[in-house]
């Protein structure tokens, strides 16, 4: 809307001379941008992304929605400039796109052979842990060197552990079977305390508390004063 003024034609002939300017422009909604300045931006937004995969070496990719806040470098960019940035990246081969989430081509695999080894001794020492959930600061203990929380993010994304608390991570068959185990006892004795529970469960309140908030959590138990009582039944 602007050409007429700055170039001192008739708003009729815009559409002609944006068609003469070329392939060296780019229409990004009602703005006009050089596919020069266009292709530039894109190629400073692989950095970016190349910083946040050596920041965080284990997230399958940046957020979307804050690599297009990065357009521009902190300068005002209307919407539709930045997804025609983004869209130029994608096409030249810069970065991909799935979904919610943007990374630099073949980062997947890197994630997968740099994480899985690590990630699966965690996984296997959560799985011998059974009820016994260690915390995070434990694993840590456990596993020095290791970026275990990074690692546990990794997990949860691919469903090889579950989230207990913001504290606790444990494997998903354990937590399926502690439900069936619960159950099985509060149908048998009707509400119960904790006391009865770490009795019945051979659980210290250290780890018993933890899974009965967590259990509270998803429903399947209802806390009435001191005792729980079921909320519902596993399916079969």
């Given amino acids: 809307g602007d050409l007429p003024v700055r170039l001192g034609i008739l708003?009729?002939?815009v559409p002609a001379?944006?068609?003469d300017a070329g392939k060296?422009?780019?229409?990004a909604g009602d703005r006009l941008v050089s596919r020069a300045a266009a292709s530039k931006e894109a190629e400073r937004l692989a950095s970016v992304l190349d910083l946040?995969?050596?920041?965080?070496p284990l997230d399958a990719g940046m957020s979307l929605q804050a690599l297009?806040?990065?357009?521009g470098g902190g300068m005002p960019v209307s919407e539709a400039v930045g997804d025609q940035v983004l869209d130029l990246a994608a096409r030249k081969g810069i970065l991909e796109v799935e979904g919610s989430v943007v990374r630099r081509p073949g980062w997947r695999a890197a994630v997968a052979a740099r994480a899985d080894g690590d990630a699966g001794r965690i996984s296997a020492h959560l799985a011998a842990a059974e009820w016994r959930i260690p915390t995070v600061s434990e694993l840590e203990s456990e596993f020095p060197g290791l970026p275990v929380l990074a690692l546990l993010a990794h997990l949860?994304?691919?469903g090889g552990v579950a989230q207990v608390d913001q504290d606790r991570f444990a494997a998903p068959e354990a937590l399926a079977r502690f439900q069936?185990?619960?159950?099985e006892v509060i149908r048998q004795v009707g509400p119960v305390t904790p006391a009865i529970l770490r009795d019945r469960l051979g659980l210290t309140r250290k780890y018993l508390i933890p899974l009965l908030e967590w259990a509270d959590r998803r429903g399947v138990t209802r806390r009435e004063g001191d005792t729980r009582v079921l909320t519902r039944l596993t399916p079969g």
């Fill in 11 to 13: 708003p009729e002939r």
């Fill in 17 to 19: 001379v944006v068609g």
């Fill in 24 to 27: 060296g422009v780019l229409t």
């Fill in 52 to 56: 946040h995969h050596a920041a965080h």
């Fill in 68 to 71: 297009r806040a990065a357009v």
């Fill in 156 to 158: 949860l994304r691919g």
């Fill in 180 to 183: 069936r185990a619960l159950e």
